[in-house]
């Protein structure tokens, strides 16, 4: 089933508020500048209402699609596409209770590149959401194509920052803990990469 054309649909204006709190989101992790334990805290707690409120959308969009007989596309593809965006938010809520848990004040600057890196993901989402909830199925490839590209460099960038922290740092104990908030951080990219996928998913089958 297609999108009909008109006004955006319930399910598109969900999708819709979900990439918004997912780019509110990054765009926050991206500003702060985290000095100390309790800014830390902060930072996790201010994380912690944003994975909030984006359970909240999947809470709403799941109930929409139990009680709708009609959907624009595919109820399955809405909520898989639903699902893949809040693991992104469930990844970077858990990146935050790394920080907090291992106590990082002085984020490294390959934690920062991948930060920049997921910032990034989250605006070309935004824009392919975009394209999806205005039925302009075949305007999204350039924007998955750009989502790949961005996963193709985070998985460089891992290899660089882990062979950077085995160079340099000394403490067993904060190799491991730097290398799992690395690895992360690479989690969320490939699962940005997923958002990609379903929407390359959904172009094909209403095409």
Known sequence: ?????????KFSELLLKITNNLQQTTKYCLKQKITNHHELQLFLETVKEFETTGDSFIHIITKELNSTFITPIDREDILQLAVDLD??????????AL????????????????IVIIDQCSIEISHAIECLSQKKLQEISPYSLKIKELESNSDNLLRLAVKNLFAVVKDPIKIIQHKDIYESLEGIVDDCRKVSNTLDSIVMKNA
């Open 99 to 114: 920080l907090e848990m291992y106590s990082v004040t002085n984020l490294t600057e390959h934690m920062k590149k991948f």
């Open 1 to 9: 089933m297609v999108f009909s054309k008109g006004k955006k649909d």
């Open 87 to 96: 693991d992104i938010l469930d990844g970077i809520e858990h990146i935050a």
